[in-house]
């Protein structure tokens, strides 16, 4: 599993290696891509976007616009990423790169409509490409030129929204594998299979093959999946999946996150899921040590982990300004806080605990915990006090303040998943439990503090999906919004204490 906003997850594998890539929405850099020596433990080694020519994000640029799914593949000695920046009108575009660390090329267009293109070849070298509709396509993947197309194929079973189509090469068929249904918690994986891309593609027996909609599974909005072979033979499917929590109608914070789930094949037919929080460990397991919690700045670049809003402009950050700390200035763009500068990660774990050692004397500067622009909790110092500030749609509410002594500062949040629900409200009566609390219906509550001292704890359901909308999930994270501030270390640690270790 890879916990937190990594949504809409493709895998590929070369050798002994597999890569994997999500989607990043208006973020940068983008598309984070992660190895694995057994498709359970994921290490991040880069983003596969990590410059303006790559992507370019217009200050316009809305949450969860810019970069939608990604598809990764790797063909004749060279890794493709094609992906849509549905910020930008060109279409979508292919990056091309000859080891997956980078650098990855400027990219190629391809002027065709629609989201989550995916590139497959044929023995005679033809290169297809399939978009959401689904809509095949062949094309030059060096020009971007389309040669043929584009065409409709197998529109899936009749659910909303047929999108992430992979096509996939197997014992003489073409396997078409399609999600249907929306992204939401009615999401499904449907298979066709023709002996030829161009069709005619025939349903599989039993579609969908997979889905957790109207069931009680903790890991619901299970779709948008891709598959790849390991070296044994076996066959892996990873795809999205959500994990919304608190009371009716459960509130996901996480956002959209990758599974792993074994295929079976039956009668030439793939056989899959349910999917388990508890992953199924592949014959070959690799584990990799937890990820440090502290970051200490003392690298000479800013770790892949670490994002920023639409663009992160050089004079907006230094790791060299002040050796061993993270420098933020406040000049970067954003649509309701002129100058912001953000630097933040995504939130991996329901119940985790996030600290920074702020230096003295910044401008105004914070821990902020963001959903999007429009719904984000801050802790934020500035003229000696710290307070905590709750964005929530158009409100914006200073909950908290108190003054701190001057010098460094460790502002700390800490979120923390709700105490065990009723299971309904009459049964919650009966109990005796009296009226449920804010905090008990929320899926979270977020404390922050300043050196040790609670000065807030919210309710987090209002930085949740079900109230922003949208495609990302929780990113928590320094920023600026005045002058400048120097961080000495951030701390990210999970506490969760969910079954998300393999089964061998
Ligand atoms: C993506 C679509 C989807 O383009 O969500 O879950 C959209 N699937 O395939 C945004 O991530």
Redesign the pocket.
């Known amino acids: 599993m890879i916990g937190g906003f990594h949504?809409?997850p493709s895998v590929c594998r070369v050798g002994e290696d597999y890569y994997l890539v999500c989607?990043s929405f208006e973020y940068f850099p983008g598309v984070p891509i992660f190895h694995s020596r057994d498709l359970v433990h994921w290490r991040q080694i880069g983003n596969v976007l990590d410059r303006p020519s790559q992507l370019h994000l217009p200050p316009g640029t809305l949450a969860s616009g810019g970069i939608?799914?990604p598809t990764i593949r790797h063909h004749d000695g060279l890794f493709y990423m094609i992906t849509t920046n549905v910020s930008d009108d060109r279409g979508h575009f292919l990056v091309t790169a000859e080891r997956p660390e980078g650098p990855w090329s400027d990219p190629v267009w391809i002027d065709l409509p629609r989201?989550?293109p995916s590139l497959a070849w044929d023995e005679e070298g033809h290169c297809w490409l399939t978009t959401?509709g689904p809509r095949l396509a062949r094309i030059d993947p060096a020009s971007g030129e389309v040669l043929e197309g584009p065409v409709d194929i197998w529109p899936g079973t009749g659910g909303k929204y047929p999108?992430?189509p992979h096509l996939f090469q197997i014992g003489g068929w073409w396997y078409l594998l399609l999600?249907e249904g929306g992204?939401e918690r009615g999401?499904a994986v449907s298979i066709a299979r023709a002996r030829s891309p161009r069709g005619p593609f025939e349903p599989g027996p039993v579609n969908p093959i997979l889905t957790h909609r109207g069931t009680s599974r903790p890991i619901q909005s299970t779709?948008?999946a891709d598959l790849v072979c390991a070296p044994d033979g076996t066959w892996w499917m990873i795809l999205?999946g959500a994990r919304p929590r608190g009371y009716s109608p459960e509130f996901q914070v996480l956002g959209r996150e990758t599974f792993l789930v074994p295929v079976e094949w039956v009668d030439g037919w793939p056989v899959v899921g349910p999917v388990e929080e508890r992953h199924p460990a592949p014959a070959a397991w690799h584990p990799l040590p937890p990820p440090p919690v502290r970051d200490d700045f003392d690298a000479p670049v800013p770790a892949p982990c670490w994002i920023s809003v639409r663009s992160r402009p050089d004079d907006s950050w230094s790791l060299t300004e002040r050796p061993g700390r993270l420098t933020l200035h406040a000049t970067g763009p954003t649509l309701d806080r002129p100058g912001h500068t953000f630097f933040g990660r995504r939130q991996q774990h329901h119940d985790c605990r996030v600290s920074a050692r702020l230096d003295a004397d910044p401008g105004r500067a914070g821990l902020s915990v963001r959903l999007d622009e429009a719904h984000h909790y801050d802790l934020e110092v500035s003229g000696g006090e710290a307070s905590v500030i709750a964005r929530i749609g158009p409100l914006r509410q200073v909950v908290a303040r108190r003054p701190v002594a001057p010098g460094p500062l460790t502002l700390t949040v800490h979120c923390r998943t709700a105490d065990p629900l009723p299971p309904s409200v009459t049964s919650a009566a009966e109990a005796g439990a009296g009226p449920v609390g804010v905090g008990a219906r929320g899926p979270d509550t977020i404390a922050f503090s300043a050196d040790g001292v609670l000065l807030a704890e919210l309710d987090g359901r209002y930085l949740s999906t079900e109230v922003a909308t949208g495609?990302t999930g929780r990113v928590i994270g320094m920023y600026v919004t005045e002058g400048s501030a120097a961080f000495d270390w951030f701390d990210y640690e999970g506490t969760d204490d969910e079954p998300v270790v393999p089964v061998a």
Request: charged letters at 20%; glycine letters at 6%.
């Open positions: 949504p809409d989607s939608f799914a989201v989550d959401s999108e992430a999600s992204t999401h779709g948008h999205l495609f």
